[in-house]
């Protein structure tokens, strides 16, 4: 079983809609939650970051995290065709060198058609 | 300030074959690894360096090398390249003691 499990899609949706994407996990030492944004041909981007449990909000974009459940979400409000990316979420433990080495869901594809 | 460059961005090899995938950072981080992406596999790390003269391993180790002998660079080294070393690898960076990485661009690699 792979430490973090991500619906891989693809997700097609119309523009305007409502995206939720998720992943669960594991290993309850994980403590950073990441969401990388990886347009075609390029590298990944950091979208979102959050810290243990909690809601995040930027713009239209808000990031869950559920430690009880193992479960973390990113939903995009009013998406737009701009939106259209792989979405990977990302997560990591504290502490030492650990910093930084970052274990990642497969990815979701999603597609946002005018 | 470029952030993560990598060379080459495309490079096919034959099988036994070596070359280095090239990784230099202008942003002065201590942290620098690098990435596989494959099809339904995610990133995975391959190796990583907590600052000069410091390397380890990642979850894929097997088939490559790496040294750091200075901050701003970290090359990748495939010794006998094996067709199940076909993928995209990317650089990534950081400042110290921050979960946030900066990613390169990707170097796509095909191995016949």
């Known amino acids: 079983q792979k430490e973090v499990e991500q619906d891989p899609g693809p997700l097609s949706v119309p523009e305007g809609a409502i995206v939720s994407l998720n992943c669960t996990y594991s290993n309850s030492a994980f403590q950073y939650f990441m969401w990388y944004r990886q347009y075609s041909r390029k590298g990944p981007e950091l979208l979102m970051y959050?810290?243990?449990?909690g809601n995040k909000e930027d713009g239209r974009f808000t990031a869950q995290v559920d430690k009880s459940s193992k479960y973390i979400s990113l939903f995009i409000r009013d998406s737009q065709p701009s939106d259209s990316a792989t979405y990977l979420c990302?997560?990591?433990?504290?502490?030492?060198?650990?910093?930084?080495?970052?274990?990642f869901g497969q990815g979701t594809i999603l597609t946002v058609h005018p | 300030n470029a952030g993560v460059t990598q060379t080459p961005k495309f490079q096919v090899l034959k099988t036994g074959q070596s070359m280095t995938l090239q990784c230099a950072q202008d942003m002065n981080h201590e942290y620098m690894s690098w990435y596989r992406q494959d099809p339904g596999m995610g990133l995975r790390l391959i190796h990583y360096s907590v600052g000069a003269g410091i390397t380890d391993q990642g979850e894929v180790p097997n088939g490559y090398n790496v040294s750091r002998s200075t901050t701003e660079d970290f090359p990748l080294r495939l010794l006998s390249a094996a067709p199940s070393q076909t993928s995209v690898y990317f650089c990534?960076?950081?400042?110290?003691?921050?979960?946030?990485?900066?990613f390169g661009a990707g170097s796509r690699l095909t191995v016949l």
């Open positions: 990534a960076s950081r400042k110290d003691r921050a979960n946030v990485l900066t």
């Open positions: 990302a997560m990591s433990v504290p502490g030492g060198t650990s910093y930084g080495k970052l274990t």
């Open positions: 959050t810290y243990s449990s």
